[in-house]
């Protein structure tokens, strides 16, 4: 089988594997913060990983987006398991009034009046009930609510924070590098626009494939979707009902991940 064959083949089971997790998740009675988000978490990156493997080789380098957004999960979970458990998880719910209500404010314009300020008042009243978490002072002393629902505010400080925590010694560079990269995909910066270009005859062109490695978004959003699988079965004690699959399908993964650094394509 050719290892493009073999790394679709992989993330579908990947996929399969983490609906099979999600069915049996669901019945169970999921009450504590952790669980309730880590069980979110599950469903949007087992999305993800299924819209990419849709994604055909040409459009590689855009699949990049997704797996950007995978990580960013990922980032967001490990950082809510850092420490303080229940109260980051408590707080990423709980922003949703908060979130929803800016999100309105923002698109006042496009709405009607009377519609915008019906659903402002109930948003606002949703709101209060979660002042205590997230109304906070300034440093010049006015009261204001807080700008995320966690208390570092960038994803790339909340990386830093559990890389730190994971592997003082040695951080995963490799990861870091990865969300920078990925991150100038998503904002469409100039590194982005030119990686999309290519000039023959002193003439622009569209290139035909930004990508030097187009297999690249289907390992990392297999590697991303196995991470997220491991650590909700982990966390809600569902590891067992999933032996032999999560166990095979994680050494497999490993070794796909061995191989390519070997090969110097990870």
Same mark, same amino acid.
């Not at 993800?48 to 979970?77: C, D, F, H, P």
């Not at 995320?148 to 559990?162: C, I, N």
């Not at 560079?173 to 998503?186: D, G, H, N, P, W």
């Given at each position: 089988?050719? %290892?493009?064959d073999?790394?679709? @083949?992989?993330l579908?089971q990947a996929?399969? /594997? &983490?609906?099979k997790?999600?069915?049996?998740? =669901?019945?169970?009675?999921?009450?504590? +913060? /952790?669980?309730?988000a !880590?069980?979110?978490?599950?469903?949007?990156?087992?999305?993800?990983?299924?819209? *990419?493997?849709?994604?055909?080789e @040409? %459009?590689?380098?855009?699949?990049?987006?997704?797996?950007r957004?995978?990580?960013?999960?990922? *980032?967001?979970? #490990?950082?809510?398991?850092?420490?303080?458990?229940?109260?980051?998880?408590?707080?990423?719910?709980?922003?949703l009034?908060?979130?929803?209500?800016?999100?309105?404010?923002?698109? &006042?314009? *496009?709405?009607?009046p009377?519609?915008?300020? #019906?659903?402002?008042?109930?948003?606002?009243q949703?709101r209060?009930k979660?002042?205590?978490?997230?109304?906070?002072?300034d440093?010049? !002393?006015?009261?204001?609510? &807080?700008?995320?629902?966690?208390?570092?505010?960038?994803?790339? #400080?909340?990386?830093?924070?559990?890389?730190?925590?994971?592997? +003082?010694?040695?951080p995963?560079?490799f990861?870091?590098?990865?969300?920078?990269?990925?991150?100038?995909v998503?904002h !469409?910066s100039?590194?982005?626009?030119?990686?999309?270009?290519r000039?023959?005859?002193?003439?622009?062109? +569209?290139?035909?494939?930004p990508?030097?490695?187009?297999?690249?978004?289907?390992v990392?959003?297999?590697?991303?979707?196995?991470?997220?699988?491991?650590?909700? @079965?982990?966390? =809600?004690?569902?590891?067992? @009902?999933?032996?032999?699959?999560? %166990?095979?399908? #994680?050494?497999?993964?490993? &070794? /796909?991940?061995?191989?390519?650094y070997?090969? !110097?394509?990870i």
């Amino acid at each position: 089988m050719r %290892s493009r064959d073999r790394n679709r @083949a992989l993330l579908r089971q990947a996929v399969k /594997l &983490a609906l099979k997790l999600e069915r049996i998740a =669901s019945g169970k009675n999921l009450r504590r +913060p /952790l669980l309730i988000a !880590g069980y979110g978490f599950l469903v949007r990156n087992r999305r993800l990983a299924a819209a *990419i493997m849709q994604i055909k080789e @040409a %459009s590689a380098y855009e699949a990049g987006v997704l797996v950007r957004t995978m990580l960013e999960i990922k *980032i967001n979970y #490990a950082w809510i398991r850092l420490t303080n458990t229940y109260s980051r998880a408590l707080r990423f719910w709980h922003y949703l009034p908060v979130e929803r209500l800016r999100l309105l404010e923002r698109a &006042a314009m *496009i709405l009607r009046p009377n519609d915008y300020k #019906a659903r402002k008042r109930q948003l606002e009243q949703a709101r209060r009930k979660v002042r205590h978490l997230f109304r906070l002072r300034d440093r010049n !002393g006015k009261m204001r609510w &807080a700008r995320s629902w966690a208390q570092v505010e960038s994803v790339e #400080a909340r990386l830093a924070e559990v890389q730190k925590k994971q592997n +003082p010694s040695q951080p995963d560079l490799f990861q870091y590098a990865m969300y920078i990269y990925l991150s100038s995909v998503v904002h !469409g910066s100039p590194l982005s626009v030119e990686q999309v270009l290519r000039i023959h005859n002193k003439r622009l062109r +569209p290139a035909r494939q930004p990508e030097s490695d187009p297999e690249r978004h289907v390992v990392g959003a297999l590697a991303l979707l196995m991470w997220t699988v491991d650590t909700f @079965a982990t966390d =809600s004690k569902l590891k067992r @009902a999933l032996q032999p699959e999560i %166990s095979d399908l #994680a050494s497999a993964v490993g &070794a /796909l991940a061995a191989r390519r650094y070997r090969d !110097g394509t990870i």
